[in-house]
């Protein structure tokens, strides 16, 4: 603790306008042990209770950034430090549509195929406990972000497959 807390200080006596997105990507904070012992199940989610704003607090929050000249990164590149999972929503989420059901986990990659688009990739986030996903092209670079609802055909959400 003693070590992470001089790290903290060190970074932003050298970098304070890039401090805020340096210690949001290490710094636990207090009650770190009482997350540890949370369920290891995933956080139930109906897709039709995910949050009609989507990424508009986000995007709110990240232009006021910008403004501050808190932060000088895109907003993608931003959301993509910034995105953590509250404590019930580490081991991931499980999103139900319908009779369906998938599990995606914070920072992890999957494959989705449907007839129409052949095979696809994307990486996902969970922003609390919001989920958001990102293709990835044949390049491996990332996408946009964007939001869940409506986003995968039944094909694809049956044969949802995670990368190594």
């Known amino acids: 603790m003693i070590c992470e807390i ?5 970074l932003f006596a050298l970098l304070p306008a890039r401090c805020r ?22 956080l139930d989610v109906k897709i039709s209770d ?30 993509e430090g910034i995105a953590l999972p509250v404590a019930a929503a580490r081991a991931g989420m499980r999103i139900l549509r319908d009779d369906l059901r ?24 969970i922003d609390g406990r ?8 044949d390049q491996g670079r990332r996408g946009p972000w964007v939001t869940i609802p409506k986003l995968f055909t039944i094909e694809e959400i049956v044969g949802m497959t995670p990368q190594p």
């Open 6 to 10: 001089a790290l903290a200080i060190c």
């Open 21 to 42: 997105e340096i210690l949001q990507l290490f710094w636990r904070g207090s009650g770190a042990a009482e997350e540890a012992r949370l369920s290891t199940d995933p």
């Open 50 to 79: 995910l949050p009609r704003q989507g990424l508009g607090n986000r995007v709110d929050e990240w232009s006021a950034e910008t403004r501050r000249g808190r932060t000088g990164l895109g907003f993608d590149d931003w959301l």
């Open 102 to 125: 998938f599990v995606i986990c914070h920072g992890a990659r999957y494959t989705i195929s449907d007839s129409v688009r052949g095979a696809r990739v994307f990486e996902c986030r």
């Open 130 to 137: 919001f989920p958001v996903v990102a293709f990835i092209d």
